[in-house]
């Protein structure tokens, strides 16, 4: 039987794409629909009753995923905030949320399916592992997706709300820098979009103020890992030669590195400056405060709300989007100026 994406291939296009012109929805230029019905009748397609019953029927539900490497995404105070934005805006146009447990996102049945199985309207993917099967075809297929911190400019379809990364690490770079540091340390996250970024942002901003870049000022750590944050600091600063100043993956994550600072007999900002990424209240309650970068939770909740809802209603552009969302510098006191 003949797919949406059997007609995808050929025509070259992303299989959302086919699913709108077939539907007669907006967005889609008049030279690919004409190119995917010919290609359509070509091919005998026969909609499929299920995905036709989807697009015409809507269910006013919203299915949300968070999830990522085994820390669920409701203990994540940054994409708690998120979906707390997201949420306001959806319900106020009537929309149900249907929260996807871990157990859902992870099991081997098809994740496209039990989305369609619960008819759908759209999907809000707060985090998860991008690389995974179940999240590649959902991505894929014809159910309206928002994303928040992944972007493939490669997939046609994906629809992405992130913090400007890049500038705002290089904004947290520069200040550092102008505070007089030269021997800094970025402790990265994960290898994913938002860190790819993230060290472009630090890389331009060392270059601009004539820092040259060395391997070891990147070291490889996790997101929301205190424990493996607490290990590399505690080896970082075993070791004779020491940087002035430590960029941690998040703003969670720099608690680990006052604890093992402390246990160093360290001082921050007097002995070592520590900066972290994200905004959170609990930096700002940190003695001393931390220094970091505020990412707007308000705004991306907001923006991938209104986003899916016009997928939804089919009056959305059909390409790829990409949506920055500025952030702020928080200077807080965790930063010292060298003398």
């Not at 146009?93 to 619960?118: G, P, Q």
């Not at 939770?297 to 500025?326: H, M, Q, R």
């Amino acid at each position: 039987m003949v797919t949406i994406y059997d007609i995808a291939r050929r025509v070259g296009c992303a299989p959302s794409t086919v699913s709108r012109a077939l539907g007669g929805a907006y967005g889609v230029r008049e030279k690919t629909k004409k190119e995917i019905l010919l290609a359509a009748k070509e091919m005998n397609y026969v909609p499929d009753s299920t995905a036709k019953n989807l697009k015409s029927k809507r269910s006013w539900n919203i299915g949300v995923i968070m999830y990522v490497e085994g820390l669920s995404g409701l203990k994540h105070y940054l994409f708690a905030e998120i979906l707390d934005s997201f949420a306001n805006v959806v319900e106020s146009h009537n929309y149900d949320i249907t929260l996807f447990s871990k157990n859902i996102v992870l099991s081997k049945k098809s994740l496209l399916e039990h989305c369609r199985s619960k008819r759908l309207d759209g999907v809000f993917i707060v985090c998860g592992d991008f690389t995974a099967k179940p999240i590649k075809e959902l991505l894929a297929s014809e159910i309206p997706v928002v994303t928040v911190d992944y972007f493939n400019a490669g997939m046609e379809n994906i629809n992405c709300v992130t913090s400007d990364n890049r500038r705002k690490m290089y904004d947290l770079t520069e200040y550092i820098l102008e505070n007089g540091h030269r021997d800094i340390l970025y402790i990265m996250g994960q290898d994913v979009y938002v860190t790819q970024e993230r060290v472009k942002g630090f890389r331009a901003a060392l270059k601009a103020y004539g820092v040259p870049f060395r391997e070891e000022m990147l070291l490889r750590g996790e997101y929301y890992n205190l424990d493996l944050t607490y290990r590399i600091i505690k080896e970082v600063f075993s070791r004779k030669n020491r940087p002035s100043a430590v960029i941690m993956p998040d703003d969670y994550c720099s608690i680990a590195a006052y604890d093992a600072l402390a246990e160093f007999g360290l001082r921050i900002p007097e002995d070592v400056s520590v900066a972290g990424f994200d905004g959170l209240e609990i930096g700002q309650r940190m003695t001393p405060p931390l220094t970091t970068v505020r990412q707007n939770t308000v705004g991306i909740g907001e923006y991938a709300a209104n986003k899916l809802l016009s997928l939804i209603d089919g009056t959305a552009e059909e390409e790829a989007s990409l949506k920055t969302i500025d952030g702020m510098l928080i200077p807080g006191k965790s930063v010292r100026k060298l003398s």
